[in-house]
Each structure stands twice: as C-alpha cells, then as structure tokens.
C-alpha cells in the first residue's frame, strides 16, 4: 500500500521567466501532522495552489491519494479539504448558515453540519452571526467547512496567520484533535519553526522552491544536537567575526553581543580562542553548546551566514 498521501516528483513551476518551484520533492506520510516550512517567499503557497488544481502542473508529477493530479483533479478534490488564510465567509450568516450554504454546494449529508459544528467547538455559537466571531471563531469555522465533506487530508496554509495567542491555540488544539481522533492528514504549512515544532511529526523545509530538509522532527532535533555551536564574547566582535570568517568558520545569526560560530569537535574551541588572542583580541567568554532548532532552521535556509557589524 502507498504510504503517502502526498507525493511530488520534481516539481517545477515558474510565473513567466521566475522560477519558483525547483525540483521539489515531497512525501507526505498518511496519518501525520505534517509541517511545510519555509522563510516568506519560499514557495509554500504556490506549492498548495499546484496540490489544489488551482495552478497548473508544467513540469513533475503530482499524487494525492495515491491518483495522479493529472487525471483525477476532482476525484482528488472531494477527499481533500483546504484552507487558504482566512475562510470567505458570509458575515451577516451564522455559522450554521454558512455551512448550510456550503453544504449544498459540495452536496455533503445534512448531518454533517451537526458533526463539524461538534467538531471545531462550535456547537454553542451556531446560530451567531459571524460577523460577531472571533478570528480565531473564525477560523476554527473555514476548517468545519474545510471537513464537510469529511476529506482524509487537510491542507491549511499559515492558519493562524493574524490570530492572537489565544486564538492560535484554539486552532492548534484542534489540528491535533483532527489528527488523533479523527485520523485526519494535516498538511500545515508554516514560516515560523515554533509553530510546526508544536504539531508536527514530519516536516519538510524547503526555500527558493526547494526541498532542504524532509523527515521527521525528532531527526531534525538530533542532527540539531550533533552539531556544536560555540558562543563568544570579545572585547571586538566585529574583528573576531572577520577574522573567523577569514579562515573559513561559520557564523551564525548573532544575538546582542555574542558571536555564534559552528563547530565540528571541541579542539576548534581551542584553536579558535588562540586565533582570536594572537591577534589581539581578549576573549571574555567562550562556551561550547548544541544549536538549538531555530538556528539550525536558520543555516539550512542560509540566513545563518551575516555580515560583520559595522562600526
Ligand atoms: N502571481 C504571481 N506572479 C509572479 N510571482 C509570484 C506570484 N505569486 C507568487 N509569486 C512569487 O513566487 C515566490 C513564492 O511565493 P509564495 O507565495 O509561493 O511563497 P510562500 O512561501 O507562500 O511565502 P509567504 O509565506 O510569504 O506566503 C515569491 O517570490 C513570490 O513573489
């Protein structure tokens, strides 16, 4: 049996003479949360546009449920439920209403209006206007319309976008209900690492419309541990960043005085705290740790490199 519920295979896509898309691959496991990284401008939205049928595919190939887009966008469509930032909804409606009107649209069972509204913790609220929710109310009611039909896979791009901390917690809860208790394949795509780090079990990380990293989170975090990281603090950082740039050590993102360089195996320390005191330069602290995921998220995607500080 396929295991993915998602594949693409070499995915291209270019607006005119901008390319996008470049050879992406992915492999979305049936079953999981699975987290769609990347920086703004990466690519993560037209890719869910390509999922969606709404663009065309040039160049790749594009399975969901196992069927190729090609030839089977509706077939595709029906088990598929989608929301793209906010859900369009009727404001002067309720809730109810609003799905009564979908309902028909994509002629799901009467029934269902009940289960969805149970669903998404909305059962209270029904018979309110919309237009007196809250965003994340608001929310969680595009993702009872997204379940209508009850579609085996999800795709919600940024879906707590603009929501308050409140509000991004009440979708988040509920992403991770859909997926234990209903079984539902989430496919969340995300340019903040805090957020997918929170739901999900698989990720791939992609910039400039391609693929940096797949798998799952825990390998993630393991090869965030093997790499070494080690912070300094001088009497001349931008100097000392300089000079370890010119013999080849990483920088990575500085934060407030510390210089963030990384290492390989512990004997660079001491190789690098020499460098820096021959050439005059007094170390004040240096200290050897594991880069945690948000630098490491940070140098898949290049923005770890900086420049020296100006003074
Ligand atoms: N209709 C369009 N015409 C031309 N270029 C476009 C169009 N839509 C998107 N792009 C460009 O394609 C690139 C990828 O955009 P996309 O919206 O897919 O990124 P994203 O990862 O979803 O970013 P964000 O998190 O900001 O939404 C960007 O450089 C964007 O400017």
Same mark, same amino acid.
């Given at each position: 049996?396929?295991? +993915?519920?998602?594949?693409?295979?070499?995915?291209?896509?270019?607006?005119?003479?901008?390319?996008?898309?470049? !050879?992406?691959?992915?492999?979305?496991?049936?079953?999981?949360?699975?987290?769609?990284?990347?920086? !703004?401008?990466?690519?993560?939205?037209?890719?869910?546009?390509?999922?969606?049928?709404?663009?065309?595919?040039?160049?790749?190939?594009?399975?969901?449920?196992?069927?190729?887009?090609?030839?089977?966008?509706?077939?595709?469509?029906?088990?598929?439920?989608?929301?793209?930032?906010?859900?369009?909804? +009727?404001?002067?409606?309720?809730?109810?209403?609003?799905?009564?009107?979908?309902?028909?649209?994509?002629?799901?069972?009467?029934?269902?209006?009940?289960?969805?509204?149970?669903?998404?913790?909305?059962?209270?609220?029904?018979?309110?206007?919309?237009?007196?929710?809250?965003?994340?109310?608001?929310?969680?009611?595009?993702?009872?319309?997204?379940?209508?039909?009850?579609?085996?896979?999800?795709?919600?791009?940024?879906?707590?976008?603009?929501?308050?901390?409140?509000?991004?917690?009440?979708?988040?809860?509920?992403?991770?209900?859909?997926?234990?208790?209903?079984?539902?394949?989430?496919?969340?795509?995300?340019?903040?690492?805090?957020?997918?780090?929170?739901?999900?079990?698989?990720?791939?990380?992609?910039?400039?419309?391609?693929?940096? +990293?797949?798998?799952?989170?825990?390998?993630?975090?393991?090869?965030?541990?093997?790499?070494?990281?080690?912070?300094?603090?001088?009497?001349?950082?931008?100097?000392?960043?300089?000079?370890?740039?010119?013999?080849? +050590?990483?920088?990575?993102?500085?934060?407030?005085?510390?210089?963030?360089?990384?290492?390989?195996?512990?004997?660079?320390?001491?190789?690098?705290?020499?460098?820096?005191?021959?050439?005059?330069?007094?170390?004040?602290?240096?200290?050897?740790?594991?880069?945690?995921?948000?630098?490491?998220?940070?140098?898949?995607?290049?923005?770890?490199?900086?420049?020296?500080?100006?003074?």
């Amino acid at each position: 049996m396929n295991p +993915y519920i998602i594949e693409t295979h070499g995915l291209s896509y270019s607006f005119g003479k901008r390319q996008v898309l470049q !050879n992406l691959e992915l492999r979305v496991p049936k079953g999981t949360i699975f987290g769609f990284l990347g920086p !703004n401008g990466a690519g993560k939205s037209t890719t869910i546009r390509i999922l969606l049928g709404l663009l065309p595919v040039p160049k790749g190939q594009v399975l969901l449920h196992g069927l190729d887009l090609k030839d089977n966008r509706l077939d595709i469509l029906r088990q598929t439920g989608a929301l793209i930032e906010m859900p369009t909804l +009727y404001r002067h409606l309720s809730g109810y209403d609003n799905l009564e009107m979908h309902r028909r649209m994509v002629r799901a069972p009467k029934h269902r209006i009940a289960e969805v509204l149970k669903i998404v913790g909305l059962a209270q609220d029904a018979h309110r206007k919309t237009s007196e929710y809250s965003l994340g109310m608001s929310q969680r009611l595009g993702i009872a319309l997204a379940l209508l039909p009850d579609p085996q896979l999800l795709i919600l791009d940024e879906p707590t976008n603009g929501l308050d901390p409140s509000g991004i917690r009440e979708v988040r809860e509920l992403i991770l209900r859909l997926n234990r208790d209903l079984g539902k394949t989430i496919f969340l795509s995300s340019h903040l690492l805090s957020e997918i780090e929170k739901c999900a079990t698989e990720l791939a990380i992609i910039d400039k419309g391609e693929t940096l +990293y797949q798998g799952s989170l825990k390998q993630l975090y393991q090869s965030a541990f093997r790499t070494n990281v080690l912070r300094l603090e001088t009497n001349n950082n931008s100097v000392a960043h300089k000079l370890l740039q010119d013999h080849q +050590y990483q920088l990575l993102a500085q934060e407030a005085d510390i210089l963030t360089v990384q290492v390989k195996e512990k004997e660079q320390a001491a190789a690098i705290n020499k460098l820096l005191v021959e050439n005059g330069i007094s170390v004040y602290s240096l200290q050897a740790n594991s880069q945690n995921l948000e630098e490491l998220f940070l140098s898949i995607t290049n923005k770890g490199a900086i420049t020296p500080a100006m003074h």
